[in-house]
Structures are given as structure tokens and as C-alpha cells.
């Protein structure tokens, strides 16, 4: 039995303050890779991002901001 195939998202939640060097190199490596990516907007506004997930073909979705989302409530 042969598993589907599935899609790898890429994230940078961090926003603008989270762009440093160390970064940027991690996301170089991954978003070419990725199959859609999901980004802060202020974290993007040199649109290295979107330039990245271009090489294949990917889409980028910005958000304004990230908000953590509640635990799920248990029965």
C-alpha cells in the first residue's frame, strides 16, 4: 500500500523582529521545499518569501498576525 502523498507547509510566525541572519538562512533552505507557505506580513515586506516559494511555484499567504490558538477543550 502506497501512502498519498501530502503537502509540507512552510511558516515564519516571528513577524519583522524575527528576520536576523540566522533566520534567513533556515528559511532559504526550507521554503524553496515547501509546498505553500504562511507568513506574519510584516515579516515579508522584502518579499524574500514570496521570491523563494516562486521557484516552485508556491503559494504565500500573509497574515496580519499570529494569534495562538486555544487548547482543544477535552471531554
Known amino acids: 500500500m502506497v501512502a498519498p502523498p501530502i503537502n509540507i507547509p512552510a511558516m515564519h510566525t516571528g513577524g519583522e523582529g524575527r528576520r536576523a541572519q540566522t533566520s534567513n538562512d ?3 533552505l526550507v521554503v524553496p521545499e515547501a509546498d505553500y507557505t504562511i507568513v506574519v ?3 515579508n515586506k522584502d518579499k524574500l518569501l514570496n521570491q523563494l516559494a516562486a521557484t516552485r511555484n508556491a503559494p504565500v499567504v500573509e497574515v496580519d498576525k499570529w494569534i495562538r490558538c486555544p487548547p482543544r477543550a477535552t471531554r
Open 26 to 28: 533556515l528559511t532559504k
Open 41 to 43: 506580513a510584516s515579516g
